[in-house]
């Protein structure tokens, strides 16, 4: 009976109880901490701001010259104001670009501060999914230490169940000792699992901005969250790509790269040189000024700007079959995704309604012949360490489906572990 109630409250509810993982009150609370104080947030946050500082400076117009000169007659003396040909200048000169070349290079340095805000996207959704997988290995480790306490009970009382049963000669000394057995390695068990759950709670704390030793108090248990869901393959698929930060910086990259064709076109119309001087003569002469404008000529246009366009052309092309690839990538990773899923989520429903509730049953029927003498204290060993096995992998299933969950939310494109389906 002991055995039996021991083994039956370990047992999960068929229908899990609590909110979402997402709607997790305390996950909810450690999220947002570390996306308050997270440095690679800080940084990729700098480097936004940073980019859209370089949008003017790429548009702005070259900055104006100041030349000073002087001519003079001969070397033996200064002649200003003695020669009429002698003279100080000052001239100033302006480079302007051809029209459209400005807003062009204005809307490469904006492309590249949208790639920009694509990695912080990309850095945000990483540091909540690395919360959320840190807070359910809590769980898990600590669910891990539940059991473990009520299994070092449960051994406690078989070993005096079966040195009871050795001595009025009912049963064998070796239960008495695989009693003992198991006790020692549930021990060992146990300070391994404590180091995991210290550590586990290290990494949270690490990524909420916290002292590591700092405790965090939980109070549901791994088995007790809904598995996660998600739309349709095809939804899925369809929001994934609208949302995906590698796919978003691809197409930036495609139309950045695109604009880098048309000022390549533009560099055919060179860019124009402005210049206005004045010199000043002494003497009774009068003042003398001079306005210029300039500008190259394109004559090695077939070896130049030609082969820039062409340039422009096969990055362009590059850059467009690299956003296909990546959306590929996206579609697939979510099939894969939502394909293991929809497994797990099966494989967690047979548990709960069935599987552990079989094994438990086989745990009690295999007690209550062991009491009468029909089988062995083996066969108690046997039942009870395969229903704790079911549980273990239980769990390990619960965990996979929603690691599976958080990679769908963080739109990774990590390939997805296939021992996932297993529950392993």
Do not use: C
């Not at 965090?216 to 949302?243: K, N, Y």
């Not at 139309?255 to 010199?279: C, E, I, N, R, W």
């Not at 210029?292 to 052309?313: D, H, N, Y």
């Amino acid at each position: 009976v002991l055995l039996g109630s021991v083994a039956s409250a370990q047992e999960p509810r068929s229908t899990p109880m609590g909110p979402v993982l997402t709607e997790d009150p305390l996950l909810a609370s450690l999220v947002k901490e570390a996306l308050d104080k997270r440095p690679e947030l800080a940084q990729a946050k700098a480097t936004v701001r940073a980019d859209l500082e370089r949008v003017p400076q790429m548009s702005a117009l070259p900055d104006p010259a100041l030349s000073l000169g002087i001519q003079n007659d001969g070397f033996r003396s200064i002649q200003i104001g003695s020669m009429q040909t002698s003279y100080l200048s000052v001239m100033v000169s302006q480079t302007l670009p051809w029209y459209g070349k400005r807003d062009l290079r204005g809307a490469l340095g904006t492309l590249a501060a949208r790639q920009a805000e694509a990695e912080f996207e990309r850095a945000r959704l990483s540091v909540r999914a690395e919360v959320e997988r840190g807070y359910l290995d809590l769980l898990l480790v600590r669910d891990e230490l539940n059991l473990q306490a009520k299994l070092e009970s449960l051994w406690t009382q078989a070993e005096g169940f079966a040195r009871a049963r050795y001595e009025t000669g009912e049963g064998a000394q070796s239960d008495v000792l695989r009693a003992q057995l198991e006790r020692s390695r549930l021990k060992q068990r146990r300070w391994a699992l404590t180091a995991e759950e210290q550590r586990r709670v290290a990494v949270l704390n690490r990524l909420r901005g916290q002292p590591l030793d700092d405790a965090i108090v939980t109070s549901r248990s791994l088995g007790d969250v809904p598995d996660p869901v998600f739309p349709e393959t095809a939804q899925a698929t369809e929001d994934a790509e609208a949302q995906s930060p590698e796919l978003e910086k691809a197409r930036f990259a495609v139309a950045q790269t695109g604009t880098l064709v048309q000022l390549a076109h533009k560099d055919y119309f060179p860019d124009l040189s402005v210049s206005a001087s004045l010199m000043p003569r002494w003497g009774g002469f009068e003042w003398m000024w001079q306005a210029g404008l300039s500008f190259s000529i394109p004559v090695w246009a077939g070896s130049k700007q030609a082969r820039a366009v062409t340039e422009g052309e096969l990055r362009s092309t590059a850059s467009e079959e690299s956003a296909e690839a990546v959306r590929q990538l996206v579609h697939q990773r979510v099939t894969e995704r939502l394909t293991l899923l929809a497994a797990l989520r099966e494989t967690n429903q047979l548990y709960r309604s069935g599987l552990l509730v079989q094994s438990e049953a086989t745990v009690a029927s295999t007690l209550a012949q062991y009491q009468v003498g029909r089988v062995t204290f083996g066969s108690v060993l046997e039942a009870l360490t395969g229903y704790v096995g079911d549980l273990d992998a239980f769990y390990s299933s619960v965990l996979a489906a929603h690691r599976l969950g958080i990679a769908q939310r963080e739109l990774s494109l990590e390939p997805v572990d296939a021992l996932a389906a297993g529950g392993e």
